[in-house]
Nanobody, 124 residues
Framework: QVQLVESGGGLVQTGGSLRLSCAAS????????MGWFRQAPGKEREFAAA????????WYADSVKGRFTISRDNAKNTVYLQMNSLKPEDTAVYYC?????????????????WGQGTQVTVSS
């Protein structure tokens, strides 16, 4: 079992940047595939980015590709989401999640553990 705690959210102007962090408890962090999802008010939770256990492969939603970068530091039990060129439509609660298998990492239901979320608000 792993516990996830996100941080780094906040209020930023359009075009600005934020770096989200997700710290995981336990010594098995490197055995999990990690993902970031987001949920805006009144909308379904949607995939943003995912990364393999060793950090070699990454995936991005089309809406964030070229602007967001997911990375991980297994020595620090932490996964990051660097968000650049932020837009008002990026406003959402951002969640990190851990999956034990690589089956369809773009689908939120495939993840086993979730953090509590961190709010990101982009003003126009």
């Amino acid at each position: 079992q792993v516990q996830l705690v996100e941080s780094g959210g906040g209020l930023v102007q359009t075009g600005g940047s934020l770096r989200l962090s997700c710290a995981a408890s336990g010594r098995t962090f490197s055995t999990y595939y990690m993902g970031w999802f987001r949920q805006a008010p009144g909308k379904e939770r949607e995939f943003a980015a995912a990364i393999t256990k060793g950090g070699v492969s990454t995936w991005y939603a089309d809406s964030v590709k070229g602007r967001f970068t997911i990375s991980r530091d297994n020595a620090k039990n932490t996964v990051y989401l660097q968000m650049n060129s932020l837009k008002p439509e990026d406003t959402a609660v951002y969640y990190c999640a851990a999956a034990t298998t690589a089956s369809d990492l773009l689908t939120w239901a495939r993840y086993d553990y979730w953090g509590q979320g961190t709010q990101v608000t982009v003003s126009s």
